[in-house]
């Protein structure tokens, strides 16, 4: 085997190489479980988010913090990764669990709902946002499919 190895040392290296990436790719939910579990010892709860946030995301993110010590993090846009999305969701689960075991409920989609009934009453609208031109690319490629991550964790 040593023999082979010495022979073949391009191969090795290129077959170690794809092994690390492989490695890394499939290592996301570990990586952000562990990332958290460091987080959490260290410091207050955070909650990482992606996506198209909900018009309501920063008053959440205010009740979240201001009541419970929870920060929210906006890691990525609209276009994320596989590898992110698989981060996050193990980051998340641990951060949703821990609050849930802390605080005895659910508090993100408590906030969530309650920073959209204030968003609906009208009692958090700001000035509409400007929309691109019916048609355009980003109109096509965000209707009705991105949802911010905080969103979509109250709607379970």
Known sequence: ??????RHKWLVAIA???????????SSYPRGFV??????????????????????RKQQATLLRNRYGVEQQAVAGCIVSV????????????????ARAKFGRDIFAETSEEAMLHWKAG???????????????????HQGRSRGRATRLADR
Do not use: N
């Not at 170690?16 to 499939?26: D, E, H, K, N």
């Open 123 to 141: 009692e958090l609208r700001e000035s509409p946002p400007v929309s691109p031109a019916p048609g355009h690319a980003s109109v096509r490629a």
């Open 35 to 56: 990332c958290a579990w460091l987080d959490l010892a260290s410091g207050p709860h955070k909650m990482l988010v992606y996506g198209l946030p909900a018009p309501w």
């Open 1 to 6: 085997m040593g023999r082979f190895v010495r």
């Open 83 to 98: 590898s992110l999305r698989r981060f996050v969701e193990g980051y998340d689960d641990v951060t949703m669990d821990e």
């Open 16 to 26: 170690v190489g794809i092994a690390i990436v492989v490695g890394w790719q499939v």
